[in-house]
């Protein structure tokens, strides 16, 4: 019985989740150009080099028309956090 809760436990430590969401939407059509950008932070108050800005998935995308923004946010047991930006345009 221990044997299966010590399996348990590490099963949910070692769980994740991942959300995404859309955050915005213009008028222009969409494209078939996708840009992400990606920031980590742990703790979540320690972000080090991160730049998850709805311009730099642009400008990683090479899209100077944006159609649609999304944010994808990974967590695993809220100590490793990832927000990616997820942008579509031409």
Do not use: H, W
């Amino acid at each position: 019985m221990k044997t299966i809760f010590a399996m348990l436990a590490v099963v949910a430590m070692m769980s994740s989740c991942a959300l995404t969401l859309p955050v915005s939407a213009t008028s222009n059509t969409i494209g078939s150009k996708v840009g992400t950008a990606t920031a980590t932070g742990y703790f979540g108050i320690i972000f080090l080099d991160a730049d998850a800005s709805i311009r730099a998935a642009a400008k990683n995308g090479g899209i100077t028309k944006i159609s649609t923004v999304d944010l994808k946010q990974t967590s695993v047991l809220n100590i490793i956090t990832t927000y990616e930006t997820i942008v579509t345009g031409k």
